[in-house]
C-alpha cells in the first residue's frame, strides 16, 4: 500500500500491516489485527520452538511405547509401557545410573556455590585490575566443554598427568593414580572438573547480585557495630538468595543434561561407574541403536529432573517469589 505525504510532496511506501499495528481505522481494532506486527515478529520463534523443541519431545514420548530397534528390524511394534518395565524391574544398571546421575547433579551444584560465593565476595572487593581478575575467572565457562574434557583427561592421565606429576614432586603421592579409571577416585576428579566448569556462571550471577546491595544498608550494619561475619550473614546474604535460588535452579537442570563432560573424560566407565541417564540415553539410541528403549530412558530422565525442580521449588521458591 503506498501513502502518499503532501507537507513536502514525496511519497512513502507504508505496509499495509503499519496501520493495523497503529490501529488506522476503527474496522481494523480487533485485538489481533491491532497486534499484527507483534504477532509476525513471535511467529519466527514460535514455529522454531514447536518444530524443534514440541515435537521432538512428543515424538521421544510416544516413541517410548514402541520397541523399535534399528539392528534387529521387524519396524515398531507398540509394547505399551514394556519399556519402562524393563527399565525399572528388570535393568540390573538402572537403579545404579539413577543413582550415578543424583550424586552428579547435586555434588555439582553444591561445589560449585562453595566455590562462587567466596570468588563472587573477593571479585567484587576493589582490587588491583579487577576487570582482568573477573575477564579470566570465566574463561572455564566459555571454554567448549568438550575441548575442557581432553584437558582434563590429559591432567589425570594415570602415567604422564599434570596431576600425579605435581603431587609426586611436593611428596604427597609415591605411585601414580589412574584417576578416571579407578573406582573411588573417579567421581572426586568428575565433580572437580564440573565444579571448574561450571563455578564461573555461578560467580557472576551472584557477583550482579551483590553489585545490586546498596551501601545504606551496609554502612547502617556498620553504625550498628556489625563484625564482617555478620554483615554477610544479615546483609548481604538475605540480599543474594533471590539470584542464588535462580541459579540454583539453572545449574540443576544444566547439570543433569551436561552429557558432554562424562562422555569426554570417562565414556560412562569403568563399565557403568560413571554412567548418568543422559549417557545411558546415548548409548542405548545411538551406539545400540534401540530407539524404543533410548526413548523410554528419555521420557524419564525429563520426569525425575522435572521432580527434582518441583521439589526445589517447594523448598527454597516460598522465600524468593
Known amino acids: 500500500m503506498l501513502h502518499r505525504g503532501t507537507d513536502k510532496d514525496y511519497t512513502v511506501a507504508v505496509p499495509l500491516f503499519y496501520f493495523a499495528y497503529r490501529g488506522g481505522s476503527s474496522s481494523m481494532n480487533t485485538p489481533i489485527k491491532r497486534y499484527a506486527f507483534g504477532y509476525m515478529l513471535l511467529a519466527p520463534v514460535v514455529l522454531y ?6 515435537y521432538p519431545l512428543f515424538d521421544t514420548v510416544r516413541l517410548s511405547f514402541f520397541k523399535y530397534s534399528l539392528l534387529h528390524g521387524g ?11 524393563e527399565l525399572t524391574m528388570h535393568d540390573e544398571h538402572f537403579w545404579t545410573i539413577l543413582r550415578n546421575s543424583l550424586v552428579w547433579v547435586l555434588g555439582s551444584t553444591l561445589l560449585q556455590f562453595l566455590i562462587a560465593v567466596p570468588a563472587a565476595l573477593i571479585l567484587n572487593q576493589k582490587l588491583r585490575l579487577r576487570g582482568l581478575w573477573r575477564g579470566l575467572v570465566m574463561v572455564p565457562w566459555v571454554s567448549p566443554v568438550v575441548v575442557i574434557g581432553i584437558i582434563w583427561k590429559w591432567i589425570y592421565d594415570g602415567q604422564y598427568g599434570l596431576l600425579n606429576y605435581y603431587l609426586k614432586l611436593l611428596h604427597l603421592l609415591q605411585d601414580n593414580i589412574v584417576w578416571l579409571g579407578h573406582e573411588f577416585w573417579v567421581w572426586p576428579s568428575l565433580l572437580l572438573t564440573s565444579t571448574w566448569k561450571g563455578f564461573p556462571y555461578v560467580t557472576l550471577m551472584l557477583l550482579s547480585a551483590l553489585q ?3 551501601s545504606e544498608m551496609k554502612e547502617a550494619a556498620e553504625i550498628d557495630g556489625a563484625t564482617t561475619w555478620q554483615k ?6 538475605p540480599s543474594l538468595k533471590p539470584i542464588m535460588y535462580v541459579t540454583g535452579m539453572v545449574s540443576i537442570i544444566a ?13 560412562g566407565g569403568p563399565g557403568y561407574t560413571t554412567s548418568i541417564l543422559p549417557t ?4 542405548h539410541a545411538f551406539v545400540y541403536l534401540d530407539l524404543g528403549k533410548g526413548a523410554a530412558i ?3 530422565s525429563m520426569l525425575i529432573v522435572l521432580m527434582m ?13
Open 49 to 54: 520452538v514447536a518444530i524443534f523443541q514440541f
Open 75 to 85: 519396524g515398531m511394534q507398540f509394547t505399551g509401557l514394556n519399556n519402562y518395565k
Open 212 to 214: 545490586g546491595i546498596s
Open 232 to 237: 554477610f550473614l544479615y546483609v548481604t546474604l
Open 255 to 267: 547439570s543433569w543434561t551436561k552429557f558432554e563432560m562424562i562422555w569426554a573424560l570417562t565414556n
Open 280 to 283: 545411558y540415553l546415548y548409548t
Open 298 to 300: 528419555g521420557t524419564l
Open 309 to 321: 525442580v518441583f521439589v526445589y521449588a517447594r523448598l527454597f521458591g516460598k522465600d524468593n517469589s
